[in-house]
């Protein structure tokens, strides 16, 4: 397994790590079953998989829980990320949340469902206008000194955010939307992005020794070999809800898509391994968030890392993307 490490953290991660999104169950991602996923995170620490992502809201907890149960006494051998901000009710409406009150309550039951006293990275899963950052970040440090968090991680935020959160706390990661189809993207799932990855927050994690970690770098089953043009998810799949994966933007994405699957296929390699491995190749990435719902996935995510991009591969790869560029593909 490759690694890499940043000047703000000691740890040293696997290139390819796991995403746990999937692990939510059955309900939220089709053809998923716990039985699976917890063999599935099993198999990944035998691989040298050392980085797990997660949220409360995947699963409204359940992913959490199948994590825990997954790792179990290997917990000190791996990297746990969680998050926070982002809490439901009993309808399973969710909304933005990041008072001091929620994300005490958050951590409890973070670290009760994945079975641990610590969690590695806390990150925050999206900004809260209605919260001061200040008092996010006050209630985040104190959860260091309590020994509750190590790190403090942010997701989707924007460089302006991130330099106001670091007048407080210091900030060790950035989680943000990035793979081949979305360089600098605009939105996800309809949610507007006020960063652009490449061209901003790349710069920005490698000024201040920042990890970066890639989330959808499959753009969500797009970028595999038998990602279907039509009837891909049932309603229930929370991929059904994403714009791009619809109408017109979806006919030009897939488009690209059949391009790319025809270099994997002349290069002898899986589509999905071309995605990651171009993501390794980046160095602005510190690992890469891969789901996997099965063991022979996960098998092939990890052999991502197990070869390199020849110069006229990389070439190649940009030949076929100049022409979708802003702002077409970046949408």
Same mark, same amino acid.
Request: proline share 3%; net charge negative.
């Given at each position: 397994?490759?690694?890499?490490?940043v000047?703000?953290l000691?740890f040293t991660?696997?290139?390819?790590?796991?995403?746990c999104?999937?692990?939510g169950?059955g309900a939220?991602?089709n053809?998923?079953?716990?039985?699976?996923?917890?063999?599935?995170?099993?198999?990944?620490v035998?691989?040298?998989?050392?980085?797990?992502?997660?949220a409360?809201?995947?699963?409204?907890?359940?992913?959490?829980?199948?994590?825990g149960?997954?790792?179990?006494?290997?917990r000190?051998?791996v990297?746990?990320?969680t998050?926070c901000?982002?809490?439901?009710d009993d309808?399973?409406n969710?909304? +933005?949340? =990041? *008072?001091p009150a929620?994300?005490e $309550?958050? !951590?409890?039951?973070s670290?009760?469902?994945l079975?641990?006293?610590y969690v590695?990275?806390?990150?925050?899963?999206?900004?809260d206008p209605?919260?001061?950052?200040q008092?996010?970040?006050e209630?985040? +440090?104190? =959860? *260091?000194?309590?020994?509750?968090? $190590?790190h !403090?991680?942010?997701s989707?935020?924007?460089?302006?955010?991130?330099?106001?959160a670091?007048?407080?706390?210091?900030?060790?990661?950035?989680?943000?939307?990035?793979n081949?189809?979305?360089r600098?993207?605009?939105q996800y799932?309809?949610i507007p992005?006020?960063y652009r990855?490449?061209?901003?927050?790349?710069?920005?994690?490698?000024?201040?020794?920042?990890?970066f970690?890639?989330?959808?770098p499959?753009?969500?089953?797009?970028?595999?070999d038998?990602?279907?043009p039509?009837n891909q998810?049932d309603?229930n799949?929370?991929?059904?809800?994403?714009?791009?994966?619809?109408?017109?933007?979806?006919?030009?994405y897939?488009?690209?898509?059949g391009?790319?699957?025809a270099?994997?296929?002349e290069?002898?390699?899986p589509?999905s391994?071309?995605?990651?491995?171009?993501?390794?190749?980046q160095?602005?990435i510190?690992s890469v968030?891969?789901g996997?719902?099965?063991?022979?996935?996960?098998?092939?995510n990890?052999?991502s890392a197990?070869?390199?991009?020849?110069?006229?591969?990389?070439?190649e790869?940009?030949?076929i993307?100049r022409p979708?560029?802003?702002p077409?593909?970046?949408a």
């Open positions: 397994m490759k690694t890499k490490s000047d703000a000691n991660f696997s290139a390819v790590g796991f995403g999104w999937a692990a169950g939220i991602w053809g998923t079953e716990d039985a699976a996923s917890i063999q599935t995170i099993q198999r990944a035998e691989l040298g998989v050392n980085f797990f992502d997660v409360p809201v995947y699963g409204f907890g359940h992913a959490e829980t199948i994590l149960q997954a790792l179990g006494r290997q000190q051998d990297i746990i990320a998050k901000g982002l809490v439901w309808q399973g969710i909304t +933005n949340d =990041l *008072k929620t994300i $309550r958050e !951590i409890e039951d670290l009760r469902r079975n641990t006293d590695d990275i806390y990150q925050i899963h999206w900004p209605a919260t001061p950052i008092a996010t970040m209630t985040l +440090n104190k =959860l *260091k000194t309590a020994g509750k968090i $190590r !403090i991680g942010v989707n935020f924007s460089t302006r955010l991130m330099d106001e670091r007048q407080y706390s210091k900030i060790v990661s950035h989680q943000g939307l990035y081949l189809l979305e600098n993207p605009t799932h309809n992005l006020d990855t490449e061209q901003d927050v790349f710069p920005y994690c490698r000024q201040h020794g920042m990890a970690f890639p989330y959808s499959l753009f969500q089953g797009l970028l595999t038998h990602f279907k039509q998810f309603t799949d929370v991929r059904s809800a994403n714009p791009k994966l619809n109408g017109k933007r979806f006919e030009t897939y488009q690209i898509r391009e790319l699957f270099f994997a296929m290069i002898g390699k589509l391994q071309v995605a990651i491995n171009w993501l390794i190749h160095d602005a510190t968030i891969c996997a719902q099965t063991i022979a996935h996960v098998e092939e990890v052999a197990s070869w390199d991009f020849t110069p006229d591969m990389l070439a790869v940009e030949r993307l979708y560029h802003d077409v593909y970046t």
